[in-house]
Each structure stands twice: as C-alpha cells, then as structure tokens.
C-alpha cells in the first residue's frame, strides 16, 4: 500500500505509518499530510488508543513531530491491539519466492498492508494461481487471528462473481495466512486518479458493487470499509470486492459461532476510512447495511467526478455536519445526470438510515438505469445508424450483445491478441468498437490505435502509428517512455524529430524490413502514455481482397500476429475477419498461432435482433405503434446473414416517418415501405441511381449474374463474376472490381465462402430480385437468356453426374448462344486452366466439351460428303 500526495490515509496505511514499516520519504509525506488534515488526525488517533476518548488526539503540530514508534506503543487497527516493536518491523519480506506454505508454491510478493503481507502463489494441488495473505509476524497475536480467520469466515459465506473467492486458511509455523482467489487488474481508486469514469460506465461498475453488498448482506455480514481502493476492475471484465478485514457478523449469525461485538452495537474502535463512514458510526447506535449503503453513495460521487460529501471541511466541522440533519447538499456536477439518477446516488447519502435502499433494490435499480440508456452522457441525433457500422461514441445505442462483450473482455485477459471471425454483416465492427471498447474502458484508461488495411496497408498502419504518437506526445513529456528498437529506431524518436511525411515514410520503411518492429513501437506508446494500447485492425481481409503486393502483405500480418504475444504486456491487439479469409490468412507459422485462437462472432439470435429495434427506440422517449411489430420484423428476414444492418435500415426509415406527437413509429409507415424487403428495394434504387451510365451498366451485368430466370439468388465465385467485365469508359468510370466493391459496401450484395473455402458473392437478400423493380425489370429483359443459362447449367450437372456421357451434350442454336453468353459473361469457353478454381467449371467443361463434339461431327460430316463426292466421281469417269 502507497501514499499518494493529497489523498487520506486509511486504518491500514496508519497502522504501517505507526509501526515505522515506511519508506523515510513516504512518511515524510504522511507528517505533511497531517498538517493539514484533522480527519487524518482523527483516524491516526483512533490507530493509537483503545478508544479516541482515553486518550487526547494529538494534534497535525505534535504528529509532524513524533519520530515513528518512539511515543506510541501500541496501534489499533480495526479493534484489533498490536503489539509494536520498532526493532521487529518488516524490512523485508517474510516468504520468499519458491517457498511452500503447505500446498501452496510461493511465486512472488505482491502487496503489503499494515497487518499482512500478500503473495502470488500457486495451488500445488489444482494448479491455479491465489493471493496468499499472510499476517506479519507482531500481528499474529490471537486478537490478529481472530480478525483474519474473521475475514475468512466472512469471505467463505460467499459464492459470487462480485466477491473474491477464498481457497483455504492455515497457519505455517506461527504465520497464520489465508489463500484469496487472485484477481488481475488495478484498483478503482487507482482509475480514478486518472480521471472520472463515464456514466456508463460509473453504472455498470456500481451495479456490480450494489450486486457483491447485496451478496453480503443476505449473509449477515458487513463490509465496513467500502472505498474505490477496496474494489478491483479485474481485467477478465468482472469489477470484484476486496478486504473484508473489517467486516462485522450481525446479531442473527452470531448461531454460526462468529462473535459480536458489544451485541452488535458499533464497535469499541471506529473501523474504516472516515470520508466514507457514515453518520451513525459517529453515534452509539447500533450500524447496520447502511454503512455500506453510505460509503457506496460516497464511491458514486467520486466515479462521477463530483467531492465527497463535506470535502474540504476538517474533522471537527465535518463530523457537526455528519450529525446535522439537514440532507447532504449534492454537489453541482451530478447536475447532467438524469434525475432518477441524481435521486438514487442522494438516496444512499440520506442521513437516515432507514431511508436508505437496500443493496438488493439498489442493484435493481442500477440495472434498470443500465438497461434503458438512462446513464448516456450525449445520445446521437437518432436512434438507428441504417447501414453504418456503430463507433464507440454510438455505445449508448449497442444493445443484444452482452454475452459477447463478457467473452471478448475475458478471452483478452489471458490472451494478447484476440481474432474476431464471423460473416459479413454479423456485426464484428460494431462489437468491438461500441462494445468491446467501451467496456475495457470502464478498467482502465486505453490509448486506442485503429485501422484497416486498404491497398496498402504497411503505409496505413505506419499512418495510425504517427497519429497515435503524435497525440501521446502531446500529453507527456518529451523525452516519456521513449524507447529504441533495434539500431535506435524510435516510434516517438522517430515522430518527433522529423516532417510528418518523412517520419510516416521512415516508420513504414522500417515496418517491411522488421515487422516485429510493431510490438516494440506499441509497448513505447504504452510506457510513453502511461496505460494500455489497443490496436484494431479492422477488416483484415483487405489485406487480400486490396493488397497486391505479397511481400508488404506477409510484413503486415507477420507485424500484426507478432505484436502482441504476452498478457503480462500492456498491450492488446484486436483483428476482425470475415470469416471466408481465414485460412487463406493462417499460412505462415506466426498467423497459424494467432489466428488459431479466434472467437467467431455470429449473428444476433431473434431475441436479440428484437432488443436491437426496441432499446435504441426506448432512449428517445418512443416505441412501436404495434409492439409485435419488432418481432414481425426480425422474421421477416428469415435468417438474412446481413440481418443487423438490414433491420437498422429499416429502422431508421421508420424513424423519418415518427409520429411526434403520439411518440410512436406507425405501423402505416412499416406498410408504406414495403416493410424490411421494401425498404432495402428502396436503398438499393438509390445506389444505382448515384452512379454513372458506363457503371450503372456493369452493375447490371454484376447483378444479372447473381439471379436466375426464376428471381432467385444464385451464388458465383468472385473471379468469374467480374471475369470479361471491363470498363466502358476509363476516363469517368470505375472498372468491374470498383463497382462491385461499391455494391458490397453499400450492402446490397455480401461475400460468403462455399465448401471449398473459395469466395462467392450473392444478394444481400432473396427479395431484391421480386421487390426492387430495376432489377425486376433487367431480369425481365433477359429472361430468354437467364433461362437458357439455368437449363444449360442444369444440363451440365447432369451430363457430369451421369459419367459425360456424349449423348448427353449439346449442339446447333442452343450451343452457340449458350456459348455466346458465357462470351459475354467473362466464362471464356477458351481460358486457360488456370482460372479454373475461379469459374464455373462444369458448365463451361460441359460447353466446350458440345463445341468440340460439334466440331468433331462437322469434320465427320464433311469427310463423308467428301468421300461421296469422290466416290461418285469415280462411279461417273467408270461409266464413261
């Protein structure tokens, strides 16, 4: 435990203060402290007498004085008396690393506190890792067991995901110890040194608060000392309480054996943190769940960024105020809070005890606020985004995807890169951006690196580094964490001593000769920032479907897949995928690991897809005119793979039609739409119309292709799609692959990938080919020729099926204009074998196969006319 420069001490920290346990310059600090803090006095005077009444508190003038240990024989931390002796205190540790404490392996200390000593250990008997809390040697009296074994029992009562977990208790030798579950990650008090939290995220880590008090209460049991440093943000995403050192037994557990002290009535020694303590504890009367219920209003105030009640008074005029009854005044920044809000947080700072929720109802009510956007700091203009992926400043309008959220956080708490692999349109931006994100946020503070890879994508992430550097530069010092990779080649040496363009040009330079140069760079922007990095690399598969160069695309992957390999780095990487590319990426050793352990993200279940058109609805005060409408509308679908967008789409065309003053989305307008098909009909029209003659005609083509003569969908492989189509006119038109690349932007086609992992493209959806009129009206056009193309195709799967046989091939009209269709269509009858994995086989080997039996019946034919001809010359000269 360490003294930071303007916070309070606790009774821990003024236990080790009293022992002399100190180093001489965090002392120092403390005796400055106490010149000016008379609530410090007070908790430092209640460490050093049996009561604050036998003995005078000393003054801020006489403790600056006093040399540590020399004046104060005995401290009392919490009701326990400990015997000091300033020769015995804890100049180094008490176990050492590879000792065994029965089945438990020592690995390392990792904390030390005024009465105990915490180890990293390892469970011998099941392998996991715990925190072996050990009492110092001069606090292993039978008082200073009683109070760990009174932990213990405490924390034993418990089986809850907000609640540390106890392993065991023992005694090695004469050091009695406990194993605690160990929990990774830092302290809430620590987060809030670097700032507030949001008001999401100051509800979601109050809720699990709420949630781990409930817990204890419905045991009996009392925590006493609630504070941020008492709750952990752990980094597998689960917020924790920690240190039931001072927690009380109620009167109606005393059965279970624990003891009570003076029949339940507050404590001969005043145990806590005085800025949280409420105002009972400064009375006679007998304390109860309220206690926690006030330091845990007093823990929403600083994770809101507001004071602490009275902060700033000392403690004679803060302990008047404490037991005035006028209420608590709530300070002016909870003012941007909703007023439920405000009135929840003022609830559990009533200075009647009876007044105050219950933990229970109080966890209730948080997740209520949660669940209806109540905690949103600024809501977009409206509450759909139609086709546009979420970012993380739509977190406020992300619903349905809890589940996923949980899982991502954990799997990034034991691995350091983690892939997210699913369909197009199933959402993987949207998760990690107004999900993930936002969600590891709530930990800790992140400096965020995002990308995606486009054409050329070592100069792309050469520009993200550089923006990434040149915004950590301008919070830190200059010279912060600047470290050299190999040949001093510095990220922020680099970004700071040269022109943007030269810098972004040297890093990209570097990245190709030593891709392994990322993971250094990122691990320099951490130290530099003084928190955790996170780089995205979104749509990884740009790197195939866009990069032509093979040698910048291996430096790219091999850059990513190696820049961040260990979770005891303060580094992460995220990387979303479509999941067709996969293992076209997985091919080199370093992409095969890293790749290997991706979580596949499918899309929303119904349920789900429902919350995602009714929760973003319920923000802005409307609803559904017909509240079976949402679920109407997610069946309608059917399964879509692009579903969330299409919904999203509809939504928000829903929303332009909202009726003000009923506060409702007519059910009329669903109808005038056309409903989710409708409305997609009606944005693909606006796509086409937005582009020119020459494109709007390969488009036609493109999409002609992905219909048969019936209106239905038909898959084909991306390189016989485009295969044939070229511009019509260079100088203002987009070639093939551009104006596809526009259609799957846009979402009226998406990419999947067939059985033998190859891509194929196909409409968004069914009913583009029956509801959109455009393409109706191409089909209708060419439905002579779609119609041939089907039963030509058709043929082929037979005529393959059956052996080939010859008697099945075709021949005369139907041949030629079959050929003269997959002519114009790109299938060259006459491409050569290597495009074979890219067309459609069968039907062309079909085609080529009839052309060549033609041609060989012809041949035939003619050397038969021929010979007849001779033949009947001859019989004609042998007549004559």
Known sequence: MSFSRGDCIDANLAATFLEGALPEAEASAIRDHLDECDECCELLAMAAHETPGEAAAPTPARLSRVRIGADLPTASVGGVDTILDRNARPTRWLLAPGQRVDHFRVVRPIGR???????????????????????????????????????????ARFNHPNIVTIYGAGEQGTLPYVALEYVQGSSLGLRLRQGPLGHVEALRVGMAIAQALAEAHAHDILHRDLKPDNVMLARDGRVRVVDFGLAQVRPSAAADGAEVDHDGDAPRHVAGTPPYMAPELLRTDR????VDIWAFGVVMLEMLGAPRPYEGCDWSERSAKLRDIRPVPLPPELDRLPVELRRLVASCLDKDVEKRPDARKLAQALGRALQSGLAAEALPLAPFLGLRAFRERDQALFFGRADEIAECVERLARQALLPLVGPSGAGKSSLVHAGVVPRLREQEPWQLVTMTPTASPIATLAAALFAAAREVQSHAPPSHGELSGPRGRSLLGTVGGQLPAVAREQLGRWLR??????????????????????????????????????????????????AAEDVAEPVRVIVTLREEFLSRLAAGSAATRALGAALIVRPPDAAALELTLTRPLSLFGFAFEDPDLPRRMVAEIGGALACLPLLSFTAELLWDRRDLEAHELPT???????GVVGALAHHAEGVIAALDDSERRLARELLLKLVTAEGTRRRVARAELLSGLETVDDSSSSGAEQVLARLLEARLLVAVSDEDEQQVIELMHESLAVQWARLRRWIADGR?????????????????????PSSQLWSGDALARVAALLEARGSKVGAPAADEEHVSRGLRAFVA???????????RRAALVSVTIAASLA????SV
């Open 287 to 290: 304390v109860g769940p309220g």
């Open 784 to 804: 002579e020729d779609l119609r041939l193309f089907d039963d030509a195709t058709q043929a082929a799967a037979l005529w393959r099926r059956q052996g080939e």
């Open 513 to 562: 000769e030593t891709p392994t140069l990322l993971g250094l760079w990122l691990d320099e922007l951490a130290s530099a920032a003084g928190e955790s990095v996170l780089l995205v690399v979104d749509q990884l598969e740009e790197v195939v479907t866009l990069c032509e160069d093979g040698d910048e695309r291996r430096a790219f992957i091999d850059a990513v897949c190696l």
């Open 875 to 878: 019989i004609a000269i042998v």
């Open 849 to 859: 196969a009839s052309i060549a039996r033609e041609r060989s019946q012809r041949v």
């Open 668 to 674: 009329a307008a669903y109808q005038e739409i056309g």
């Open 113 to 155: 506190g005024g009465m105990s000593e915490v180890y990293l250990a390892r469970d011998l008997s099941l392998g996991r890792r715990v925190a072996l809390k050990v009492l110092h040697v001069q606090a292993a009296t039978s008082a200073g067991v009683e109070r760990l074994l009174a932990e213990a029992r405490a924390i």
